[in-house]
């Protein structure tokens, strides 16, 4: 694995708004797998890719947070605030990660609570079919979420 510094940069989309966020940090990579750390609002963050799986890990004085992302799979948004802890469902509809000379692209998209297969804040129109169908739908609280997470980096010599 090489180890530089980089420029992180995130795109975050969801329910209207955009939201762009950029960060010097440090960068671990190899092929197709990265670590990559950095800083938002004071927090130390960390990216882990690898085995198709995103790892997000952030460490602060508000409270930690850790999600793992894996395209088409339920997995779990840990929140930690002081005693507290939380617990929110996870489903990945997309991981994608394309590794460049000087950059890495890293497209995510998920919905955090309710039923992957409810739109994020809809209510099914018959909720009573769909539950004789094996699934109750928990759309309500659901929010979807598209990230592009860029890293750039200094090329090889």
């Keep these: ?25 440090t960068l671990e990579y190899g092929v197709g797998v990265f670590t990559v750390r950095y800083t938002e609002e004071g927090d130390e963050v960390t990216l882990d890719y690898g085995e198709r799986t995103l790892q997000m890990d952030r460490r602060g004085g508000g409270g930690n ?11 779990q948004f840990l929140l930690f605030f002081g005693s507290y802890r939380g617990v929110l469902s996870v489903f990945t509809k997309t991981l994608q990660l394309s590794m460049f000379p000087g950059k890495i692209f890293c497209t995510l998209s998920y919905v955090l609570g309710g039923d992957p297969d409810v739109p994020a804040g809809a209510l099914p129109a018959n909720r009573a079919s769909a539950e004789e169908g094996g699934k109750t739908p928990s759309a309500s609280g659901s929010v979807a979420f598209d990230l592009q997470i860029s890293i750039t980096f200094p090329e090889e010599e």
């Design 1 to 25: 694995m090489k180890s530089v510094g980089c420029a992180v940069r995130i795109v975050t989309r969801s329910e209207g708004d955009e939201r762009t966020f950029m960060s010097a940090g």
């Design 65 to 75: 947070l850790s999600a793992r992302f894996c395209r088409g799979e339920r997995t």
